[in-house]
């Protein structure tokens, strides 16, 4: 039986040195179901005067929660962890009713999720250092690692859960306080998440929400403040480059996990049946707004026909509808704005010789809905091959040796994820070791794992979540010489 969704029982206010609030200004912003186009909810709307009220409560929070031990930080962790898995129902429905994404698949988010949680409890307690001597013998080097300090933390819309989860994690791990802005498209999720963390006993201070409508302003507020001394970010590379200007300022520690290109390929001798499952993986998860979707297929000549029938005929098979209806396997996508992207670089493609396979269109009724779609004989100059496309888009370009794909793939500014399929180990590792990307997935779709460095290379991003170097991220450094 699928959870319903319950508006009475949301958090909608601002949540700094661990109590609710409204915004100074007394505004909220309206949230939207992308199923139904009907408002779901009014958030708190906060301004410059809550942003600084929250820097404020996380700086002084600091020190203490910085001496604070690593097993009381694990433990807390822990409580969040059990706590979201016992609420995995709940979460999972709100996530569908703002974001769209069927229930099965906010489930699995919530699992995922959870992991980060689970899997930084257990590095809060790993934090190391080192003890060497000089070169001279003079001196005894030990090195230790302290906080960051207080931390900007920004997530995007499309994983509301998974991406608070996976920067809220290591700060508590590493002993960092934090100013949180959640996206405004879906804030409903990550302020539930919060609530979770304050039932875990996270102490006041640590974790400050401000949810806004004016995201520059906020986070801008925060990064000139002074008090801040580490800023993550997921999203796009413009908003990126833009935070990283202004962390400059400070010289502030900085986090970058913004846009994505991944080429997915299929080599000559692949298993095609493997290729496909994989691509619906890489390609459908989330309805394909991901920054790890596979964005350009690139198929061996002599395999070309076989994987296009086949993957058009299980997209063609997919279900569309409301995810919080049981049996869909494919919801809408988030807004108009993205909506009208998608056909934009649909219609552009095919204009340029392209031809659809299946889709190609939206359905009729409310809701941003798109077709999952497979375009073939896709031209390079079509705008869909430089440009993310976060919609249930597959484009689909032949290719005739090795090399001819590897300079294609690595064509762009962008280097996240790329994806290979391919029967051969030493095919397997050349590709692995020439991909352009931070993360390979070799016969697989899925590259997210707590216990993997996820992160990107070029214009893809700066640093690693996850794995045992994503709590470095929130740590410095420290030197102590000792003579001897």
Known sequence: MNPSFDPSNLRTDLFIDGTWHKATSGATFAVENPATNEVIAHVADGGPEDAVRAIEAAGRAQEGWAKSTPRARADILRRA????????????????????KPLAEARGEVAYGADMLRWFSEEAVRVGGDATGSVDGNTRILVTKEPVGPSVLVTPWNFPLAMGARKIAPAVAAGCTMVFKPAELTPLTSLALVELFKEAGLPDG?????TTSSASAVVRTWTDSG???????TGSTEVGKVLLRQAADNVMRSSMELGGNAPFIVLADADIEKAVDGAMKAK?????????????????RSVLTEFSEKFAKKMSELRVGNGAQEGTDVGPLIEQKGLDKVQSLVDDAVSKGAR??????????????????VLVDVPTAAELMSTEIFGPVAAIT??????????????TEWGLVGYVFTESMDKALRFSTELEVGMVGINTGLVSNPAAPFGGVKQSGLGREGGKIGIDEFLEYKYTAIAV
């Open 398 to 411: 032949a290719f005739d040796s090795e090399e001819e794909v590897l300079q294609q793939a690595n064509d």
């Open 227 to 233: 008090i801040a001394r580490k800023i993550s970010f």
């Open 206 to 210: 640590v974790l400050n929400v401000v």
């Open 356 to 373: 659809v396979l299946t889709g190609g269109g939206r359905p009729e009724g409310p809701g941003y809905f798109y077709s999952p779609t």
């Open 81 to 100: 962890f059990e706590l979201v898995i016992a609420n995995t129902d709940k979460l999972a429905a709100i996530m569908t009713a703002e974001m769209g």
């Open 284 to 300: 459908m998860r989330n309805m394909g707004e991901a920054c790890t979707a596979a964005n350009r297929f690139f198929v061996h």
